[in-house]
C-alpha cells in the first residue's frame, strides 16, 4: 500500500492509505474499483494518475443519459464497406458473382479491418495491451446499460455476432465512478471494491494545491484552502470541490494575487460556485444575509 501511496504522490495525486488500499486491493485481486463521491473530489483522476503510474494506456468510456451497448461496445464502418463493395465490383468483375465469390466478400467486409472498436472492446481486445478501463459516471447511464456492464466486468469477453468471442488475454484494470445521481444497482456494486472519496482535509487539500499550483505564494494557498474548506460549511446547492480549489487558485495566480480581498474573492467566486441562488448567497447581492456577513469575517481573519 506503500508503494501504491508512493507511485500516485509521484504522479502528482495525493491518497489517503485507505485509497491506496483499495487500489492495492483492486490490482492484487484483479477486481474493479467502484469509487463514489461528490463532483470534483478527484475520482476521475485517479485512474488518469493510475494508468501514468502503470505505464498503460488509459480508456475513459463516459456514461450520459441514453448510453447503449453498441455505441460503448463497437460499430461497423459502414461507409468503409459500402467502398469496399463498389471496388471488388468495379475490379474484381466475376470473382464476386457466385456463392463462392459473395462468401469471400461477407468474409472481408465483417473483418477487423471493418471493425469501429468504442471503448468497452478496445478495452478488452487481445492484440493490444491491457489498460487501465474508466467507466465514468456510470450513474448518468440507466439499468440496462448496468447490466450490460455485469455481464461483461464478470468474463471481460463478449460476442461478436459476425466474428465470434472475443475475450481479454490480460484483465484490465477498471476503475468506475459515480457522483451519485441516482443509486447504482447492487449487483454492479457487489462486483466491486468499494471506495467513497469524502472532500479532503485542509492539509491533504493544501498539499494538492502547493502541488498543482506550485507558484502560488504557499500563504495564498493556506488562505485558498482555509476559504473553500469554510465555503462547505455554507448550505449550498453545490459545494466546491478540490478541482474548483485548484480553478480558484490558478485563477488568483493569474491575477498575481498576494492576499485574499473581499472585492477580489467576489470577482472570482465563479471559479469555486457554479450556481446563480449560490453566488447570489455569497456576494454582495446577499448583502444582508448572515452567510455573507460570515464569508466576509472569514476573509478578514484569514488577511491578518
Same mark, same amino acid.
Given at each position: 500500500?506503500? =508503494?501504491?501511496?508512493?507511485?500516485?504522490?509521484?504522479?502528482?495525486?495525493?491518497?489517503?492509505?485507505?485509497?491506496?488500499?483499495?487500489?492495492?486491493?483492486?490490482? =492484487?485481486?484483479?477486481?474493479?474499483?467502484? *469509487?463514489?463521491?461528490?463532483?470534483?473530489?478527484?475520482?476521475?483522476?485517479?485512474?488518469?494518475?493510475?494508468?501514468?503510474?502503470?505505464?498503460?494506456? *488509459?480508456?475513459?468510456?463516459?456514461?450520459?443519459?441514453?448510453?447503449?451497448?453498441?455505441?460503448?461496445?463497437?460499430?461497423?464502418?459502414?461507409?468503409?464497406?459500402?467502398?469496399?463493395?463498389?471496388?471488388?465490383?468495379?475490379?474484381?468483375?466475376?470473382?464476386?458473382?457466385?456463392?463462392?465469390?459473395?462468401?469471400?466478400?461477407?468474409?472481408?467486409?465483417?473483418?477487423?479491418?471493418?471493425?469501429?472498436?468504442?471503448?468497452?472492446?478496445?478495452?478488452?481486445?487481445?492484440?493490444?495491451?491491457?489498460?487501465?478501463?474508466?467507466?465514468?459516471?456510470?450513474?448518468?447511464?440507466?439499468?440496462?446499460?448496468?447490466?450490460?456492464?455485469?455481464?461483461?466486468?464478470?468474463?471481460?469477453?463478449?460476442?461478436?455476432?459476425?466474428?465470434?468471442?472475443?475475450?481479454?488475454?490480460?484483465?484490465?484494470?477498471?476503475?468506475?465512478?459515480?457522483?451519485?445521481?441516482?443509486?447504482?444497482?447492487?449487483?454492479?456494486?457487489?462486483?466491486?471494491?468499494?471506495?467513497?472519496?469524502?472532500?479532503?482535509?485542509? =492539509?491533504?487539500?493544501?498539499?494538492?494545491?502547493?502541488?498543482?499550483?506550485?507558484?502560488?505564494?504557499?500563504?495564498?494557498?493556506?488562505?485558498?484552502?482555509?476559504?473553500?474548506?469554510?465555503?462547505?460549511?455554507?448550505?449550498?446547492?453545490?459545494?466546491?470541490?478540490?478541482?474548483?480549489?485548484?480553478?480558484? =487558485?490558478?485563477?488568483?495566480?493569474?491575477?498575481?494575487?498576494?492576499?485574499?480581498?473581499?472585492?477580489?474573492?467576489?470577482?472570482?467566486?465563479?471559479?469555486?460556485?457554479?450556481?446563480?441562488?449560490?453566488?447570489?448567497?455569497?456576494?454582495?447581492?446577499?448583502?444582508?444575509?448572515?452567510?455573507?456577513?460570515?464569508? *466576509?469575517?472569514?476573509?478578514?481573519?484569514?488577511?491578518?
Amino acid at each position: 500500500m506503500e =508503494a501504491v501511496q508512493g507511485a500516485l504522490r509521484r504522479e502528482g495525486y495525493v491518497a489517503e492509505a485507505s485509497l491506496a488500499t483499495a487500489i492495492y486491493l483492486t490490482l =492484487a485481486l484483479e477486481r474493479p474499483l467502484f *469509487l463514489e463521491g461528490e463532483p470534483g473530489v478527484g475520482k476521475t483522476e485517479v485512474a488518469k494518475v493510475l494508468a501514468d503510474a502503470l505505464a498503460r494506456p *488509459l480508456i475513459r468510456l463516459q456514461c450520459y443519459e441514453g448510453i447503449d451497448r453498441q455505441s460503448a461496445l463497437y460499430e461497423w464502418n459502414f461507409p468503409k464497406q459500402m467502398l469496399h463493395i463498389r471496388l471488388a465490383e468495379a475490379f474484381a468483375g466475376e470473382a464476386v458473382q457466385g456463392e463462392g465469390g459473395r462468401r469471400r466478400l461477407e468474409e472481408d467486409l465483417f473483418s477487423r479491418e471493418f471493425l469501429l472498436r468504442r471503448p468497452l472492446l478496445a478495452a478488452i481486445d487481445p492484440e493490444g495491451p491491457a489498460p487501465v478501463l474508466l467507466i465514468d459516471e456510470v450513474d448518468r447511464s440507466d439499468e440496462e446499460f448496468e447490466a450490460f456492464l455485469l455481464e461483461l466486468l464478470s468474463d471481460f469477453q463478449v460476442t461478436i455476432p459476425e466474428m465470434g468471442t472475443v475475450r481479454a488475454a490480460e484483465k484490465p484494470v477498471v476503475i468506475l465512478t459515480s457522483n451519485r445521481t441516482r443509486e447504482v444497482h447492487d449487483a454492479l456494486k457487489r462486483r466491486c471494491l468499494y471506495h467513497w472519496i469524502d472532500y479532503h482535509s485542509f =492539509a491533504k487539500e493544501l498539499e494538492i494545491v502547493m502541488g498543482k499550483v506550485p507558484h502560488l505564494p504557499p500563504q495564498l494557498a493556506a488562505r485558498v484552502c482555509q476559504f473553500a474548506q469554510k465555503l462547505r460549511e455554507e448550505p449550498l446547492f453545490k459545494k466546491p470541490g478540490v478541482a474548483e480549489t485548484l480553478h480558484w =487558485a490558478e485563477a488568483l495566480l493569474a491575477l498575481g494575487a498576494r492576499q485574499l480581498e473581499p472585492q477580489l474573492v467576489e470577482e472570482t467566486l465563479g471559479c469555486l460556485l457554479k450556481y446563480r441562488d449560490d453566488l447570489e448567497m455569497m456576494t454582495a447581492k446577499g448583502e444582508g444575509s448572515p452567510e455573507y456577513r460570515k464569508i *466576509l469575517q472569514e476573509i478578514e481573519m484569514l488577511s491578518l
